[in-house]
Nanobody, 115 residues
Framework: QVQLVESGGGLVQPGGSLRLSCAAS????????MAWYRQAPGKQREAVAT???????NYAASIKGRFTISRDNAKNTMYLQMNSLLPNDTAVYYC?????????WGQGIQVTVSS
């Protein structure tokens, strides 16, 4: 059974930082392209950052320079370091893993940026 479990979310003040983790089980994560998505209330789910199985990264324009995606293949885990957080970053953040026709989602974790 494949599971992607996010952790590290919560409430943070504007300008603060959080690090999200996505722990994968049931798959060899290093073989998968992985990504972080987010969905704010009333909005569509959007890709935030992606990292390929080869380690290439790509970022949404709205978070470029503030967020960093990474992966630790030995721990089967992906991370999202989020700095200089803004109220507009408030959303449920989802972990995604995909390879060929197989793809999986985490359950999502809330990130709230508010003073």
């Amino acid at each position: 059974q494949v599971q992607l479990v996010e952790s590290g979310g919560g409430l943070v003040q504007p300008g603060g930082s959080l690090r999200l983790s996505c722990a994968a089980s049931g798959i060899v994560a290093m073989l998968y392209d992985m990504a972080w998505y987010r969905q704010a209330p009333g909005k569509q789910r959007e890709a935030v950052a992606t990292i390929t199985s080869g380690g290439n990264t790509n970022y949404a324009a709205s978070i470029k320079g503030r967020f960093t995606i990474s992966r630790d293949n030995a721990k089967n885990t992906m991370y999202l370091q989020m700095n200089s957080l803004l109220p507009n970053d408030t959303a449920v953040y989802y972990c995604y893993a995909g390879r060929h026709s197989a793809y999986y989602w985490g359950q999502g974790i809330q990130v709230t940026v508010s003073s």
